[in-house]
C-alpha cells in the first residue's frame, strides 16, 4: 500500500482538484487510479476553516501499464476512498465522532492520541450505490453527499447536493 492522497499532495506529489461545495451542483466526477492519474478531488467550503476539508481518491487494485501497482494488494472493496481531514486539534470534537470510529472510544482515542488519530480520518471506499452524508467535525451537516458509482482504474462518484 502507498500513502494518502493527503499526504501525496503534502508531499508535492499530486495537486488535487477543488470542489468549492457551496457553488457545486450535484454532479459525477470521474477519478483515475491515484498511481497512474495522480488525480485526488478536495471538497470544501471556504466560508469555513481551511484546515478541515475532505479528499477523495480512486485506490485501485487491478494492473496498471508500466508500473508496479503497491494497491495490488488491497481487499476486493478497493475504490473511491473518501477521507475527512482536520488540520486543527481544537477542531476536534470528541462528541462527534467520524462514521468509521468506534463512539466509546472515540474521545480517549483522540485524547491519548489526538491529531494522528482524528486529524486524518479514513471513512473507507465508497461503493456502488453506497450514500455517505458529509459532517464537519463539530457536527454540522455540510449540505452534501457522496454516492458510491463505477470503480477500477477509472471510477465515478457523484457529489450531491440538496
Known amino acids: 500500500m502507498h500513502f494518502s492522497a493527503y499526504e501525496k499532495m503534502h508531499f508535492g506529489w499530486i495537486s488535487p482538484a477543488l470542489v468549492d461545495l457551496s457553488a457545486w451542483t450535484t454532479h459525477d466526477v470521474p477519478l483515475g487510479a491515484v498511481e497512474t492519474s495522480q488525480e485526488a478531488l478536495i471538497l470544501y ?3 469555513r476553516n481551511d484546515t478541515e476539508f475532505f479528499m477523495i481518491e480512486n485506490r485501485f487494485r487491478g494492473p496498471l501499464p508500466g508500473i508496479a501497482n503497491y494497491d495490488s494488494f488491497l481487499n476486493a472493496s478497493a475504490g ?5 481531514i482536520v488540520e486543527d486539534v481544537a477542531a476536534l470534537n ?3 465522532p467520524p462514521p468509521t470510529a468506534n463512539p466509546a472510544t ?3 482515542r483522540l485524547a491519548t492520541y489526538g491529531w ?3 486529524g486524518i480520518q479514513d471513512w473507507g471506499v465508497i461503493t456502488m450505490g453506497t450514500s455517505v452524508t458529509l459532517k464537519w467535525a463539530d457536527g454540522t ?8 458509482g463505477l470503480s477500477g482504474a477509472t471510477s465515478v462518484v457523484t457529489i450531491k447536493k440538496p
Not at 80 to 84: G, K, Q
Open 45 to 47: 467550503n471556504p466560508a
Open 80 to 84: 473511491p476512498v473518501l477521507w475527512h
Open 94 to 96: 470528541p462528541a462527534f
Open 106 to 108: 472515540w474521545p480517549m
Open 116 to 118: 494522528p488519530a482524528g
Open 141 to 148: 451537516p455540510v449540505g452534501a453527499t457522496v454516492v458510491g
